[in-house]
């Protein structure tokens, strides 16, 4: 039986319709259960997680050490609000800046939030206290769906019903160091750049993108803002993808909390100081629970080896995927992985990935994202290596499409 079509999958979307925002379409599954990179839906049907709670489950569903780790600081000290510190969140504020120092701790200081949105909504305010209010994004970047965090997301389908949305923000087609260049005046306050696009579909800019966004930046006393919220943590093989390039500022979430909500606006050197008191806060951000959650995530990254899994592993599917004539185009580093199909299928991929027991993600109608837990196992990738021409003749099938359609 489809596990899509089951009387209990009905009455949940039902349920689902009736109770909750329609902000996201119906849901595709009812989940009940995860361990390592597999769920469960309601019906006891299991898959291979190639989505990972969109690059957040870094250590897959149920990881002894992050359940141990959330238990014993939630059953020890589970908030306190920011009058206060804690161990954890002294820990994880001083392991960050080490891992963005590269083993030696980088001369900064972190902002804890909840969310992604929330760590770019910080970084957007720290910009306005250089006295500047012009910011320089990218086409077809994505940094969240707040207000602010909006109004430096350049899709017309997010921003229009909102407007008018805060700031002077310039959009520059991404990875055009001239387009950068020719944007960024001595009135700009901050240059935003995701190291690889994530929600447009991985897309990686060309070598040496980043070092010129520095150049740029320091031409005009710009801040360099980096939105790590999607490749950072290990998702790319690297602790953060834009590794080597020197940030005022960079936010991170996804990864961090391994499902646990967290997130961070990490400023260094002189950025580090210019949120003063009064000027930016949060209840939640900085609670003890969620910091042990991004202590476990960290402390496991470095203990299973999985920065280097994430190379290994991602090489192997990139690699297995393309082999299919109709991926026309593979892009990404590490275990964040975007291909292009020579069809407009990717929906149907999706819906076959299902079926044959895969989540897997379409961003755009051609285009599918693959951002699995860290800890996906070798079986696992060869699972889907297995599956996958079955899955495009499945998708091609259902979406009408020749094989070699738009190639
Ligand atoms: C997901 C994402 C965000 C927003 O994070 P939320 O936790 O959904 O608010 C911001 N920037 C990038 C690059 C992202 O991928």
Same mark, same amino acid.
């Given at each position: 039986m489809s596990a899509t079509s089951s009387d209990t999958m009905q009455q949940a979307r039902e349920r689902y319709a009736a109770?909750?925002?329609? /902000?996201? =379409? +119906? +849901?595709?599954l009812q989940l009940v259960r995860g361990a390592g990179a597999h769920v469960w839906d309601a019906d006891g049907n299991e898959y291979v997680d190639f989505l990972g709670g969109i690059a957040v489950n870094a250590l897959g569903h149920a990881h002894p050490a992050l359940v141990e780790a959330v238990t014993t600081q939630l059953s020890t000290l589970g908030h306190v609000s920011n009058f206060f510190t804690t161990e954890p969140q002294l820990a994880l504020a001083e392991k960050l800046l080490e891992l963005l120092g590269g083993g030696t701790p980088a001369d900064g200081r972190v902002f804890f939030t909840n969310s992604g949105a929330e760590a770019n909504e910080a970084a957007f305010k720290l910009t306005r206290r250089t006295g500047r209010t012009h910011v320089v994004a990218t086409e077809g970047g994505f940094h969240g769906r707040t207000m602010g965090a909006l109004a430096l997301t350049s899709k017309e389908a997010y921003r229009a019903p909102f407007e008018p949305l805060p700031g002077e923000v310039t959009f520059v087609p991404y990875g055009d160091a001239d387009a950068l260049a020719a944007a &960024? /005046? #001595?009135?700009?306050?901050a240059i935003l750049v995701e190291p690889i696009q994530g929600e447009a579909g991985v897309v990686v800019p060309p070598a040496g993108y980043l070092a010129a966004a520095r150049a740029v930046a320091d031409e005009h006393g710009a801040l360099l803002w980096i939105?790590?919220?999607?490749? @950072?943590? @290990?998702? /790319? =093989? !690297?602790? %953060?993808?834009?590794? *080597?390039v020197r940030a005022d500022i960079v936010t991170v979430a996804k990864g961090l909390g391994g499902g646990f909500p967290i997130g961070a606006c990490i400023g260094l050197g002189e950025a580090g100081a210019? $949120?003063?008191? =009064?000027n930016h806060g949060t /209840? %939640? *951000? *900085?609670n003890p629970v969620a910091c042990a959650a991004g202590l476990a995530v960290i402390g496991t990254i470095e203990a299973e080896g999985l920065l280097e899994r994430a190379t290994v592993l991602g090489q192997k599917l990139r690699d297995g995927l393309t082999a #299919? +004539? !109709?991926?026309s185009e593979v892009r990404g580093e590490g275990l964040m992985i975007g291909l292009d199909l020579t069809a407009e299928a990717a929906a149907e991929v999706v819906a076959a990935g299902l079926r044959h027991g895969f989540v897997l993600n379409n961003t755009t109608p051609g285009r599918i994202r693959l951002v699995p837990p $860290? &800890? $996906?196992t070798d079986d696992d990738a060869d699972a889907l290596l297995r599956a996958w021409p079955r899955i495009l003749d499945d998708a091609y099938a259902a979406a009408g499409a020749s094989d070699l359609e738009g190639s």
């Open positions: 109770s909750l925002m329609n /902000t996201f =379409g +119906p +849901p595709k &960024v /005046t #001595d009135a700009t306050a939105d790590e919220v999607q490749t @950072g943590m @290990g998702r /790319t =093989g !690297r602790w %953060f993808a834009s590794e *080597g210019l $949120l003063q008191p =009064g /209840t %939640f *951000g *900085g #299919d +004539p !109709r991926v $860290l &800890v $996906l």
